[in-house]
């Protein structure tokens, strides 16, 4: 165990990759030295951290020669490509890419949830696609408390997270849209598909490429990560799930409406938000006299999960409604990421 | 039964009533005259009807004496006061807003679905809420063959469905936000509310004033509209329905996850497509490889519902993932409240 690491953001110069910078220096990580990475066409660029002024590097497996901490968040390609070399030198990676999430020898870990499992980790950890880390957060107190039979989710997501590149479109197509000119779509719903679609004032119900069932791979995402992350034991019982992953024209915050079904149906929706309230890192946001819910633009900007809206449905006791919304790059990306590496740096497994 | 019709428009000036006007242009209904009807405000008002000036009268009781047919959007307290006025005078009401939806003596009818009802009138028949209309319209020809066991919805309601100030407002907000401007709510998610919220780019999981149990009134109005309208018979078998209602700054059209359970388990997602498409007023829009499936900026001016995005829940028999897409000014309110004029005119019960 050092007592200052060496830590390498890769994909630096993304939306991710700024909040990255800016949780780490937040972070009660011990830092000798940062280093910067990205792709041959952000090389050069200059970035702040701590007041400092680092130049992006290309990156290579030598970048990683002399470092301990990789945070990677510049796509699933490279991190596949990269995180291994790192490995191979020494350091310890926590990934932000779908590459080596549902590999069975990488932890998938939420803080908070099942920070447990960063003990098997064999130099990389996986952080959870943005959809589901908010959901497991808002749900995992639930389950522990009531188990959980089934899970049916339709999200409502922002546009950061498909890259800063999408969400320049989004402005884009809205400023066109607001002057009756054309919109231009070029990268929306999916970067390299064949249509391409607006999404200012509209919804695309298409989040990644589809699979042969006619689920997306943000649906299929939902699904298993969820199920590794929340049934960690092999004697677990099954819990159903399903989802339906819509974007929408919305900047940073992911909205899920969630309608679970708990073991116990003697549960209440007073009891579970009394649980809510009561969780670190959840915010209980349910007013409905006061108008108080989850929103995105509240959301924004903060590491919290805000969960709102809660309800049962009469018709099926034990079954409940919620909705619940976070900053899809912070909570549902940096925040996370970095806390895996507080994590990792407090239990001594680095 | 008379050869040709007065027919007056309540609410002539509004989102919905400058639609009502174009689809009883176009429709079937032989007409003798139009009035144009709105609040004192609006009287005055110059308006087109197929190419003739009409001037926009304020409503009272008395502008119902010639007429014969009245086309309702004018607000639930306008509805009340004077459909029962134009009634007493001999005119049949179609009303578009919720004042008369849950009477049990008021026929709740979305043609193609159960325009049967129609001959139980006594005066007034009801037009569903925008986000029931094109939900039991995708869901009918699946409850009739299959039977349904259980709906879940979670909406993605358009800005327009709150009218068109609410729609000003957003597109204002829109713009404010795009030139780092402070955005001014002063309307939605409600009118005469306590709070207001930015819309543009951020989603509001209120629609209408909140019960007690949690729920609000669009959500508990999906509900029990749609029991009234798929459930004629007595003695059917109870349909679940529980209903989460959210807005997104969309202009016009209304998406909707719904999650659903049919009784007869061998039931499959191809068999469901078939039918849909084989539907008139439905369109399957569901072709994964070609990214075909429904989105509001292709549904805005159409009349048809557009489904798509079938799925089966793998881990539960009888159990599918929809999406649907309807303009909730014209499939959810003017289309529908003149299609239901015409089965009045056809089947002589004027």
Known sequence: ????????????TGAVGSRLISELADSKIPIERVKLLASKRSAGKKLQFKGQTIIVEEASPESFDDVDLV???????????????????GAVCVDNTSAFRMDPTVPLVVPGVNEKQLKYHHGIIANPNCSTIQ???????????????????????????????????????????????????????????KHHYPLAFNLLPQIDVFEEDGYTHEEWKMIHETKKILLNDADAPEIKVTATCVRVPVAVGHGES???????EKSSVHEIKELIAA?????????????????????QGKRETFVGRLRADAENPGAFNMWIVADNLLRGAASNTVEIAECLVKEQLM
């Open 135 to 193: 959901m497991v957060a808002a749900l995992n107190p639930i389950y522990k408390k009531w188990g959980l039979k089934q899970i049916i989710v339709s999200t409502y997501q922002a546009v950061s997270g498909a890259g800063q590149s999408a969400w320049n479109e989004m402005r884009d197509e809205a400023k066109d849209y607001l002057s009756d000119r054309p919109m231009h779509p070029e990268i929306l719903p999916t970067k390299g598909q």
């Open 279 to 299: 969780t670190p890192r959840l915010v209980l946001q349910d007013d409905p006299k006061e108008q108080l819910y989850p929103q995105p633009i509240n959301a």
């Open 71 to 89: 945070l990677s968040s510049a796509g699933g390609a490279v991190s596949k490509q990269l995180l291994p070399e790192a490995v191979k030198r």
């Open 258 to 264: 969630v309608y679970f079904t708990v073991d116990d």
């Open 1 to 12: 165990m050092k007592d200052r690491y060496v830590v390498a953001i890769l994909g630096a």
